[in-house]
């Protein structure tokens, strides 16, 4: 998951479902859907999904926002933006601090003027 990527999970009671799931494996994950959620007829699009917990003895339900999978992408690539944006502010920064620090001090370009003369 990206950084800020919203999110609810639940603990699901345990069943013969949530049994059958953990038998699977925790590596395994099950998309969740809602029937007729959207225009047309049938699943609609993915809401969240199941995976069992860390220690494989009970299945999580992770609530997302509705058609979740199309919206990781431009998420995942907006925080890329944001990265680089903050990478090249901090150059920036860098770089005015630096100029800054190596400026000479006033007066100093009438000394070598007067020096050269």
Known sequence: ???????????????????????????????????????????????????????????NLYVCPYNYPQLYPLLSKAEGKRKEKRKRKAHLLLFVCFRRAVKKPEGSEQLEVAKQS
């Open 1 to 59: 998951m990206i950084e800020n990527f919203p999110f609810d999970k639940y603990e699901v009671e345990n069943c013969e479902i949530t049994q059958a799931l953990l038998a699977k494996g925790q590596k395994v994950c099950w998309q969740t859907f809602i029937q007729n959620s959207f225009k047309k007829e049938g699943r609609g699009f993915p809401f969240g999904y199941l995976k069992a917990n860390s220690t494989g003895t009970a299945i």
